[in-house]
């Protein structure tokens, strides 16, 4: 886009209208919910077995009451961070990584919870960060994951990483997670 950031709207550069953000605005508030292991009691060391049993625990209906009783209208949650277990499923992660057992949860809690709050018109958001679980050595490793500035981030000085890859896109073994 050629045009100047000071006229710029957001909708221009972005592409982004505020149809798609409008039910947002409207739906007033909801619950962001941070669903991670270590504050469930797994640590990182856990057999992955336990945190099935913790995933497998979780009541989506009972929180889609919850949600419905107090007006909330969306719930943002977190597929997994640091530790490197996640609450879905996901074969493409677990070939790159290469461990077995998967710290990836058997229970599509994802699928599960979409299941339970969407018949009530409550909307379900995820966030899962950008970067490889970085506690996780293995997963790391496999990533080629290397932290610190610019490191598999946009570099905007030059227009490509150290790699030679345009600033903005991903290194190719997250990409190829995503």
């Known amino acids: 886009m050629n045009c100047p950031a000071s006229s710029a709207t957001s909708s221009q550069v972005f592409g ?8 947002f ?6 619950v962001f919910f941070h669903y991670l292991s270590h504050i469930v009691g797994v640590e990182d060391d856990d057999d992955p077995s336990r945190w099935n049993e913790v995933v497998n625990s979780f009541d989506t209906d009972g929180l889609a009451d919850q949600l419905e009783e107090i007006g909330a209208r969306y719930l943002f949650i977190t597929m997994g ?7 879905t499923p996901n074969q493409t992660y677990d070939e790159i990584v290469g461990r077995r057992p998967s710290k990836c949860s058997e229970r599509d809690l994802i699928a599960d919870l979409y299941q339970a709050l969407e018949p009530r018109g409550n909307r379900l958001l995820t966030y899962m960060g950008v970067h490889p679980p970085s506690r996780d050595e293995q997963v790391i490793e496999a990533f080629e994951w290397q932290d610190g500035p610019h490191r598999n981030y946009q570099r905007p000085d030059s227009g490509v990483d ?9 290194n190719p073994r997250l990409a190829e997670f995503q």
Request: proline residues 3%; charged residues 20%.
């Open 16 to 23: 982004v209208t505020r149809q798609r953000t409008q039910w």
């Open 162 to 170: 150290e790699e030679g890859h345009p600033w903005g896109s991903l």
């Open 25 to 30: 605005k409207e739906a007033g508030w909801g």
């Open 81 to 87: 961070q640091l530790s490197g277990f996640f609450c």
